[in-house]
């Protein structure tokens, strides 16, 4: 098991899952507008996340730096799905957290409990959306 699943599982906070990170680690989440940069802010949102869903990992893959993580579970009683890829340095500590989320609804109330949470740490240019984005499909 990835020392970041037993960490995130057993409630860490944010300094001990920070020694698991680079010091320029890089976060990619489709529920913000831009990549959050550092070990104490990666770390931090890393802690939000966990708060705002329930759920465990169903699969871990590892070739090489990369190391792949599925995770099932539900944020405010709909499903969540979550696709991780952490890209490690040749001293293990991870570098990249690039993350993916399904269903769009349930992202999306992700991405609200996300924001309750981060909104007073975070600028509102990490949640700020483009204003085509925000327009009807079609």
Same mark, same amino acid.
């Given at each position: ?40 802010? !990666? #770390?931090?949102?890393?802690? @939000? ?6 759920? =465990?990992?169903?699969?871990? &893959?590892? $070739? ?34 690039? !993350? #993916?989320?399904?269903?769009? @609804? ?6 609200? =409990?996300?924001?309750?949470? &981060?909104? $007073? ?18």
């Amino acid at each position: 098991m990835h020392k970041l699943i037993a960490l995130r599982e057993a409630g860490a906070g944010p300094d001990e899952i920070a020694a698991l990170l680079a010091p320029g680690v890089v976060f990619k989440s489709p529920v913000l507008s831009r990549s959050i940069e550092g070990r104490e802010r !990666v #770390a931090e949102a890393m802690v @939000a996340a966990i708060a705002v869903r329930e759920g =465990a990992y169903i699969a871990e &893959m590892a $070739d090489g730096p990369v190391t792949l993580l599925v995770w099932r579970g539900q944020v405010d009683g709909l499903p969540l799905d979550s696709f991780e890829m952490l890209v490690h340095d040749d001293a293990g500590l991870v570098v990249e957290r690039t !993350v #993916a989320m399904r269903p769009f @609804a349930s992202a999306l109330r992700f991405r609200n =409990a996300f924001y309750e949470r &981060m909104k $007073d740490r975070l600028g509102p240019e990490y949640f700020a959306l483009p204003e085509q984005a925000l327009g009807a499909p079609g």
